[in-house]
């Protein structure tokens, strides 16, 4: 079946302009995951959506980031006023439920370049 | 602090020859750990897991050992293969009120020469 998806797989932006990235779960899945990746480095955790619940939105970096999920499904990243140090691989992860053993399934991301 | 680290950020091996990578974590609360495989432009891929309750996890081709004494864990690739050039990630999730959550290493990139 098909797996994560997320667009666009590239998105280079300038400075101060806003982004939206899209991600698009396995279908089923409630659990839906954002994370970030620096060059070079591990995944970051930035925000969880399970259900109808409320986000956790604890790895958030700034109030310049903000996502939602809606109807249950697709998930949208949106980053304002964009900084160069936004620059990374943006990953989209989802799990059929939200227990700690629930596999998490990735996106191939989206890469970021703010100029 | 909770930090995942890795003892080598770059591991070069002979093809059909075993493969160890190395995680160390710091936070005792850790109860599951991860190993994933990233190639160049894909998200990660779950390989293998394992709960604190447990010292070795097998799977195919891959073993997972877990010393909960050192807070060391490591993923054994056996008869490493060229599909196996990839990033290594060990993730691991200590927060009990958010099961969620992994923490993830800075990752070791396998080099498999033919």
């Known amino acids: 079946g098909a797996g994560v998806s997320q667009s666009p797989s590239n998105k280079v932006t300038e400075k101060g302009k806003d982004v939206e990235l899209r991600c698009d779960p396995i279908?089923?899945?409630?659990?839906l995951y954002w994370y970030r990746q620096s060059l070079g480095q591990g995944l970051e955790f930035l925000i969880y959506?399970?259900?109808?619940?409320?986000?956790?939105k604890s790895g958030l970096p700034s109030d310049r980031f903000s996502a939602e999920r809606t109807g249950g499904s697709v998930s949208t990243l949106t980053i304002q006023r964009t900084q160069q140090e936004d620059s990374a691989v943006y990953l989209c992860?989802?799990?059929?439920?939200?227990?700690?053993?629930?596999?998490?399934?990735f996106g191939p991301g989206t890469r970021l370049t703010v100029l | 602090g909770e930090s995942v680290g890795l003892h080598l950020p770059t591991l070069s091996v002979q093809e059909g020859d075993n493969s160890i990578i190395n995680c160390a974590y710091s936070?005792?609360?850790?109860?599951?750990f991860i190993w994933y495989k990233q190639e160049s432009g894909k998200g990660p891929q779950f390989i293998i897991d394992?709960?604190?309750?447990?010292d070795k996890r097998q799977g195919q081709r891959v073993t997972v050992l877990l010393n909960k004494t050192v807070k060391h864990l490591s993923l054994q690739i056996a008869a490493t293969q060229p599909g196996d050039s990839a990033v290594y990630f060990c993730?691991?999730?200590?927060?009990?009120?958010?099961?969620?959550?992994?923490?993830f290493g800075s990752g070791t990139r396998l080099l498999v020469r033919p």
């Open positions: 279908s089923g899945h409630t659990a």
């Open positions: 992860a989802s799990s059929f439920d939200s227990g700690g053993t629930d596999t998490q399934y």
């Open positions: 394992i709960r604190s309750n447990m």
């Open positions: 959506f399970q259900g109808n619940s409320a986000p956790d």
């Open positions: 936070n005792s609360a850790s109860d599951y």
């Open positions: 993730a691991e999730n200590p927060f009990m009120d958010s099961s969620y959550k992994l923490i």
